[in-house]
């Protein structure tokens, strides 16, 4: 039987982390976060500046892609707090795991230590032939 943590996280952000009893403690995310309130939601963003100029790298592509993701939400009035979803599509399974040091450092220095539940696809490519990674993101800003 399947048993609802207690909340991880402060309750005035609205969110609760779902844990089922006995399951492993997740590292970098969350088996699921049952949350209420005004949903935010981007597309699917990539690692390019203002000017479209890709960021040379995965990993600094991933910054900046996290970057764009919390200029979106912050225009929906949400915080990388209220992050719910994540999901991440990668042109290369192997450039991922081969950079997780690295992108755990760049995910806690732009998103902070709140990790919410997220997957992980490799694709054959992307729209835009630059792009290493490209993000979708959904949020809930509490009542």
């Given at each position: 039987?399947?048993?609802?943590?207690?909340?991880?996280?402060?309750?005035?952000?609205?969110?609760?982390?779902?844990?089922?009893?006995?399951?492993?403690?997740?590292?970098?995310?969350?088996?699921?976060?049952m949350a209420e309130g005004r949903l935010v939601m981007t597309g699917g963003v990539?690692?390019?500046?203002?000017?479209?100029?890709?960021?040379?790298?995965?990993?600094?592509?991933?910054?900046?892609?996290?970057?764009?993701?919390?200029?979106?939400?912050?225009?929906?009035?949400?915080r990388p707090d209220h992050l719910v979803r994540l999901t991440w599509y990668v042109v290369d399974?192997?450039?991922?795991?081969?950079?997780?040091?690295?992108?755990?450092?760049?995910?806690?220095?732009?998103?902070?230590?709140?990790?919410?539940?997220?997957?992980?696809?490799?694709?054959?490519?992307?729209?835009?032939?630059?792009?290493?990674?490209?993000?979708?993101?959904?949020?809930?800003?509490?009542?």
């Open positions: 039987m399947s048993t609802i943590s207690k909340p991880e996280v402060p309750a005035t952000r609205g969110l609760q982390l779902l844990q089922p009893s006995g399951w492993r403690q997740p590292k970098g995310y969350a088996n699921g976060v990539v690692g390019w500046d203002v000017a479209g100029r890709f960021a040379d790298g995965f990993v600094a592509q991933v910054r900046q892609t996290l970057e764009n993701i919390v200029a979106i939400l912050a225009e929906g009035g949400a399974m192997d450039e991922y795991v081969s950079n997780l040091k690295a992108l755990g450092k760049v995910y806690r220095e732009v998103i902070g230590t709140h990790y919410p539940s997220m997957a992980l696809v490799q694709i054959v490519r992307l729209v835009e032939p630059s792009s290493r990674v490209e993000i979708e993101a959904t949020a809930v800003v509490p009542r």
